[in-house]
């Protein structure tokens, strides 16, 4: 099969287009043959290298894909070959004490697609049947391929860490990212007001665009003091975190007393710097939300279609010039998704 892979971590001289073998799927999993796929900044850390995770090289990229069941294995049930699907990119073992509750993203052995095993930038991936979801009927398969991961983790830190609320004010940090693109349409639909920010007036524009309420250029002023003129001197009910150093004292500054600051990640580093007193006096509460659960994945994907959310595709790029898709990421001008055309019948939409 055809596939983008790491020929070992590095820089993105280590990518490589070529043939690979294709997968057979083991008992209680799937093949899926990949039509398209997407990239997310995982992608950048996976190809860098984690500490902690040694991959068989050469390793096959890629958390998010959309695609359509190719072979079953031993024991699968609800599932036929032919059937269009796009793929939950968590992979949780089903017998720890936090699977078994229901809580299959706090798994003591949780992965990820792409990380941690195989993933979708090939043309033939091997999954867990559990991780498999119809795909939404008004989604092309670019689309398709683009919202599982952002869409999930928007999903459970607004809705189920963060219980977001009609008529709450919630602050989301760069749109442009698809994390903050997801939490975006899914706050606008639950009928809170959003205030979203980023460094560039075209973004900006966009995303007024697509419904936010409220847009601060956060190169050319204070945010957590434009949130506060935009909020009569209180602050935000919620703030949705996923870059991490660079916003995360904004984020302390710019939440209401009793507020709720929920992070997913930091694509800025880490190790910002942190106020206490303004937790404990502003009596704030930090939510940490990784991926999601088999019933926030459920949830997600019936609101994804009954309220045909549809994420922003920034580009789609064909699966040999993948390198180009990953530069991108890296480079952090998109808006939206960069998508992986894999299946020849995907038209690509670079310029
Ligand atoms: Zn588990």
């Known amino acids: 099969m055809r596939a983008l892979y790491l020929r070992k971590h590095g820089e993105f001289d280590e990518l490589a287009y070529g043939v690979l073998p294709e997968p057979?799927?083991?008992?209680?999993?799937?093949?899926?043959?990949?039509?398209?796929?997407?990239?997310?900044?995982?992608?950048?850390?996976?190809?860098?290298?984690?500490?902690?995770?040694?991959?068989?090289?050469?390793?096959?990229?890629?958390?998010?894909?959309?695609?359509?069941?190719?072979?079953?294995?031993?024991?699968?049930?609800?599932?036929?070959?032919?059937?269009?699907?796009?793929?939950?990119?968590?992979?949780?073992?089903?017998?720890?004490?936090?699977?078994?509750?229901?809580?299959?993203?706090?798994?003591?052995?949780?992965?990820?697609?792409?990380?941690?095993?195989?993933?979708?930038?090939?043309?033939?991936?091997?999954?867990?049947?559990?991780?498999?979801?119809?795909?939404?009927?008004?989604?092309?398969?670019?689309?398709?391929?683009?919202?599982?991961?952002?869409?999930?983790?928007?999903?459970?830190?607004?809705?189920?860490?963060?219980?977001?609320?009609?008529?709450?004010?919630?602050?989301?940090?760069?749109?442009?990212?698809?994390?903050?693109?997801?939490a975006l349409a899914i706050a606008r639909r639950v009928g809170a007001r959003t205030i979203v920010t980023s460094s560039s007036a075209a973004k900006l524009q966009r995303a007024r665009a697509l419904g936010a309420d409220e847009t601060i250029d956060y190169s050319s002023s204070d945010v957590a003091r434009e949130v506060r003129g935009l909020t009569g001197r209180r602050g935000v009910d919620v703030v949705v975190e996923s870059t991490g150093a660079a916003t995360w004292m904004t984020s302390l500054k710019a939440a209401c007393k009793g507020g709720r600051i929920v992070t997913c990640g930091a694509t800025t580093g880490p190790q910002p710097a942190e106020e206490i007193r303004l937790i404990f006096w502003n009596q704030l509460s930090i939510l940490g939300s990784t991926m999601g659960s088999v019933a926030d994945w459920k949830a997600m994907l019936d609101a994804v279609s009954r309220w045909e959310l549809r994420p922003v595709v920034d580009s789609v790029v064909p699966l040999e010039r993948g390198r180009a898709a990953y530069e991108r990421v890296e480079h952090g001008s998109q808006f939206g998704k960069i998508v992986l055309a894999v299946s020849s019948d995907v038209a690509a939409s670079e310029e």
């Not at 209680?28 to 068989?56: M, Q, S, W, Y």
């Not at 809580?103 to 095993?117: D, W």
């Not at 952002?150 to 442009?176: C, D, F, N, P, S």
Request: proline share 6%.
């Open 24 to 182: 057979e799927p083991m008992p209680g999993e799937v093949t899926v043959a990949v039509k398209a796929a997407a990239l997310n900044h995982l992608d950048l850390f996976v190809l860098r290298g984690i500490p902690g995770i040694t991959l068989e090289m050469p390793h096959v990229g890629g958390a998010d894909g959309a695609g359509v069941v190719a072979a079953l294995g031993e024991g699968v049930r609800g599932w036929e070959v032919g059937d269009e699907v796009v793929l939950n990119p968590g992979v949780w073992c089903g017998e720890c004490e936090f699977c078994r509750s229901g809580e299959q993203s706090l798994c003591v052995r949780f992965g990820l697609l792409g990380e941690h095993r195989p993933g979708t930038f090939c043309e033939m991936v091997r999954v867990p049947a559990a991780s498999l979801g119809r795909k939404p009927a008004h989604l092309s398969w670019s689309e398709a391929a683009a919202f599982p991961l952002v869409y999930l983790t928007a999903w459970r830190m607004l809705m189920k860490r963060a219980q977001l609320a009609a008529g709450e004010t919630v602050l989301i940090h760069g749109i442009g990212g698809g994390v903050a693109l997801a």
